[in-house]
């Protein structure tokens, strides 16, 4: 499985973006997909995921409410549409995808990661 992460920028804060994610191969063997960021100096934070399955979507709580996580089965390509968003968003935004089952918000859960893209949000 290849990820192609894009849609990063620069954008004012209270402004939108989104993120999206092409995936290419054995998708239809994943169990979760989702986004993980990671700021200056911070380590790589959950965002949000969604179960392959279920449709089941899972979210953080700094961005619940703000993000929703989405999926096009047909072009394989999943979203991440960010709205009010705010300074302390601002990090270099990774998708990933997972065969396993457990618990979506770990990082360690995923076996397949993008590039990253940078979003940055002014004040």
């Known amino acids: 499985v290849q990820l192609q992460a894009s849609g990063g920028g620069l954008v004012q804060s209270g402004g939108s973006l989104r993120l999206s994610c092409a995936a290419s191969?054995?998708?239809?063997?994943?169990?979760?997909m989702g986004w993980f960021r990671q700021a200056p100096g911070k380590e790589r934070e959950f965002v949000a995921a969604?179960?392959?399955?279920?449709?089941?979507?899972y979210y953080a709580d700094s961005v619940k409410g703000r993000f929703t996580i989405s999926r096009n089965y047909a072009t394989k390509t999943m979203y991440l549409q960010m709205n009010s968003l705010k300074p302390e968003d601002t990090a270099i935004y990774y998708c990933?995808?997972?065969?396993?089952?457990?618990?979506?918000?770990?990082?360690?859960?995923?076996?397949?990661w993008g590039q990253g893209t940078l979003v940055t949000v002014s004040s």
């Open positions: 990933a995808a997972s065969r396993q089952a457990g618990n979506p918000r770990v990082s360690m859960l995923y076996d397949y």
């Open positions: 191969g054995r998708t239809f063997e994943m169990t979760f």
């Open positions: 969604r179960n392959e399955g279920g449709g089941s979507t």
